[in-house]
């Protein structure tokens, strides 16, 4: 039962993989004077990731309603204790799935709607639309799709991780460059830089790191950062050495974290309960702790509701 859940799984995301590439052929054929053929696949990617996503909701509904009550399992529990158990084992790992149905088909509608509002527009507008209105929704398209690969992205991490299947592939890596690179991306659109680097150069190069685990570490924790902060307000990322461990932290001066959700941070699709309309899965710090965990690592925090937080990663040399 768990591995046909977890191959179900795995054929979804990778429909989902293929159709965010379809969108982005669309979007480059509309935008290489091929409209037809653009406006054709933008629409099929559309329509093809609907119909999965409506798909895999309305598989995890039908497996939740065919799982045995907690009654009947205690009722047949009396005769038959070793099965019962592995009907209990069952139960439990459909629910996450029914969960993560719902989280992603409420996240992938907003991505879907603004590809198919920029895709009518620039249908209707034609050789009307000027130059820059029509690169601005070629950048929203592809934003959106970015956006949906990331779900897919992260939720195929997680999913790999409860498996135990979770790749662990460390390579010599020049880590100042790593990190650089990484505030790069993340401040591409800022006109004035919100992140500090305080890099510590008594760090030899290269370190020994998988580039692609550090990647979910370090943007899910200086995304949040500038997220749950104000837009004016600096963010201080720094890495240490410290007595044979890299010691790396990431501060704000944000929303920080009520009491009642610190118990609960690390645990998929949990949401600080101050986070109100701001945009999130609550994917991001699970996906970080197995990144983390996953080089034999350490991460935690501290934080104080309306005086912002830090997060500090520990990892061995």
Do not use: W
């Given at each position: ?37 653009g406006v ?24 939740r ?5 907690e ?35 409420h ?5 879907m ?27 929203n ?38 990190c ?20 510590d ?54 929303i920080?974290?009520p ?26 710090l ?12 350490t991460?935690?925090?501290?934080s ?14």
């Amino acid at each position: 039962m768990k591995r046909r859940s977890s191959i179900a799984l795995e054929n979804q995301f990778l429909g989902l993989s293929l159709l965010a590439g379809l969108l982005v052929l669309g979007t480059l054929s509309f935008a290489e004077s091929s409209p037809s053929l653009g406006v054709f696949l933008v629409l099929a990617g559309i329509c093809g990731v609907f119909v999965v996503v409506v798909y895999m909701v309305i598989r995890a509904a039908r497996d939740r309603d065919s799982t045995p009550s907690e009654a009947e399992i205690d009722q047949v529990s009396i005769r038959l204790d070793p099965k019962v158990k592995d009907t209990r084992r069952s139960s439990e790992i459909i629910k996450p799935d029914s969960r993560f149905f719902s989280i992603l088909s409420h996240e992938i509608r907003t991505p879907m709607t603004a590809i198919s509002s920029s895709t009518q527009v620039l249908i209707r507008g034609g050789e009307q639309i000027s130059a820059d209105r029509k690169l601005t929704h070629f950048e929203n398209i592809q934003s959106s799709i970015t956006r949906i690969q990331e779900l897919i992205d992260g939720v195929t991490l997680v999913t790999q991780s409860e498996q135990g299947r979770l790749a662990f592939n460390p390579v010599a890596s020049n880590f100042r460059e790593f990190c650089v690179s990484t505030i790069e991306q993340l401040e591409i659109d800022r006109k004035v830089p919100r992140i500090t680097l305080d890099y510590d150069k008594a760090l030899g190069t290269p370190l020994l790191l998988d580039e692609n685990l550090m990647k979910h570490v370090l943007f899910n924790l200086l995304e949040n950062a500038l997220k749950y902060s104000s837009k004016d307000s600096k963010v201080l990322f720094t890495v240490k050495k410290s007595m044979g461990f890299i010691d790396i932290t990431v501060s704000d001066k944000g929303i920080g974290i009520p009491v009642m959700d610190h118990g609960h941070l690390f645990e998929s699709f949990h949401r600080a309960s101050n986070v109100a309309d701001i945009k999130g899965t609550g994917l991001g710090l699970n996906i970080a702790k197995r990144a983390v965990e996953a080089h034999g690592g350490t991460i935690s925090y501290e934080s104080i509701e309306g005086d912002g937080t830090t997060f500090t990663v520990c990892l061995p040399l």
